[in-house]
């Protein structure tokens, strides 16, 4: 249908006009006034139950993103920061709708059915969407809150870890009331953009870098706490450089980068004297969640690593900082580069444990943007392509060679039931998903798990 056809709404409720489509990326449906949104400082122009529309979502509308009634924005693919952030919040999601920005407008009020991937004019019969479940505080919570202690979910048992992925301490002891076996992916990046804000080389320069040990600390230990005794792996930051200059003096700071998806991220900036006494800030705030706040059942994972040599420089850095490897301390290699797979045993003996993000290791061995919402709808970004396969299976291999524990974070396993059966048969130790999949995964594995077990007794 084009921009000026009539369309059926959800559940062929009633005819509508449809207004522009785009890949379903958080399910759901929700009914509210357009806010455009070009920047953070729009963001504050969100009020609950807005309907969010954007060229993109960039961590510093995490504040903006929680208040949304819906999500649509002109680009992106279903791994996007859009995408994954509104499926962990709860809220109903369109990325790549292309031209979303030019059709929509200020203050119209449309209906986004996420699950079909459309947006529709309004009609006076629809309801403003409810409550988001689970919709998170503005405020961190509470050392005294408590954890609930029965979860209203059922569990599977099963022999792979079912772990969370997180994007920092809202709603914490929600997530902590799942029945996870903890969290494989806590991403940090949300907490420097939310409860920071200022380039972390900027207060360096400044001699403001005790704020933000205390203020990362606050926010690792919160999640720490909420889920102890269960193991906790905290990402270290991997904003690219466009991120990163949208922070509080992040413009002085830095480079501006024709392609920062393959840019100055990860391991390569730790090691690098342009920021490695911002990441010595990140490592002081994981040592004071360690041993000022008591939470030792946080450990840290080195992402986007592209050589031995930078694997060897990060973890000096590290042990400089105190944070050296030990029976409740682990350092995790995140195996998302080509190279890592090529060299995989060589890197596994230098971590304690290897996690796979398979959403860039898809698009760097498959040269698929990720964020590319035309080759997504093409279907070119798909982990069960069998080069990434085997780049799985190598690196699992390689894990089980060095009696380490090997892990994956993506969307794959939650989207495709064959993809998680392949890890099982190949036996990862443990997948991390976002909150909303945990139990749906956790009976795929089950199956899986049973599967193999059974096909085991019929060949004896």
């Known amino acids: 249908m084009t921009r000026n056809e009539i369309g059926n709404g959800p559940e062929g409720r009633q005819e509508r006009r449809l207004i522009c489509r785009g890949l379903a990326a958080s399910p759901g449906a929700g009914t509210g006034r357009v806010v455009l949104v070009t920047g953070p400082a729009d963001g504050e122009k969100i009020a609950r139950g807005d309907i969010l529309v954007a060229r993109s979502i960039t961590p510093d509308m995490v504040s903006a993103l929680r208040k949304a009634g819906g999500v649509v924005t002109d680009e992106g693919g279903r791994t996007c920061h859009a995408a994954i952030l509104s499926r962990e919040l709860g809220v ?22 996420a699950s079909r991937g459309a947006v529709y004019e309004a009609s006076p019969g629809d309801v403003p969407p409810q409550k988001i479940p689970f919709a998170p505080p503005e405020d961190l919570p509470s050392e005294k809150a408590s954890v609930p202690a029965a979860s209203p979910f059922p569990s599977v048992v099963t022999a792979t870890k079912i772990f969370l992925n997180l994007e920092g301490p809202a709603s914490v002891e929600r997530w902590a009331a799942l029945p996870s076996d903890g969290v494989g992916l806590l991403r940090t990046e949300f907490i420097f953009s939310g409860r920071i804000g200022v380039h972390p080389m900027h207060l360096v320069r400044t001699n403001q870098g005790g704020l933000f040990i205390d203020k990362l600390a606050e926010g690792l230990a919160a999640v720490a706490r909420a889920f102890e005794p269960r193991p906790v792996l905290m990402r270290f930051s991997d904003f690219r450089t466009d991120d990163f200059r949208r ?43 360690r041993e000022d706040f008591g939470r030792t059942n946080l450990s840290v994972i080195i992402p986007f690593v592209r050589t031995l040599g930078e694997m060897e420089a990060v973890r000096r850095i590290m042990a400089s ?101 392949h890890l099982v048969r190949e036996g990862v130790d443990s997948i991390s998903v976002n909150a909303d999949t945990l139990t749906y995964l956790r009976g795929i594995v089950a199956s899986a798990e049973q599967k193999i077990i059974l096909d085991g007794m019929r060949k004896g």
Not at 395 to 414: D, F, M, N, T, V
């Open 247 to 289: 922070l509080q003096g992040g413009s002085e700071t830095e480079p501006e980068e024709s392609n920062p998806m393959i840019g100055w991220r990860g391991a390569s900036r730790y090691v690098s004297p342009e920021y490695e006494e911002g990441f010595r800030l990140e490592c002081r705030a994981v040592r004071k969640v």
């Open 92 to 113: 109903p999601c369109i990325v790549g709708a292309r031209t979303a920005t030019e059709l929509l407008k200020e203050g119209q009020t449309v209906l986004v059915d």
């Open 321 to 421: 900082e105190g944070l050296v490897s030990g029976p409740s301390f682990k350092i995790w290699l995140m195996a998302e580069v080509p190279s890592v797979v090529l060299q995989a045993d060589q890197f596994a003996a230098l971590a304690d444990g290897i996690t796979i993000g398979s959403n860039d290791l898809t698009q760097l061995i498959l040269g698929v943007d990720r964020d590319s919402a035309l080759l997504g709808s093409m279907g070119y970004f798909d982990e069960r392509h069998p080069a990434v396969l085997e780049a799985i299976s190598l690196l699992i291999r390689a894990a089980k060679k060095r009696s380490i524990p090997c892990s994956i974070c993506g969307e794959g396993p939650s989207v495709y039931p064959d993809f998680a059966e």
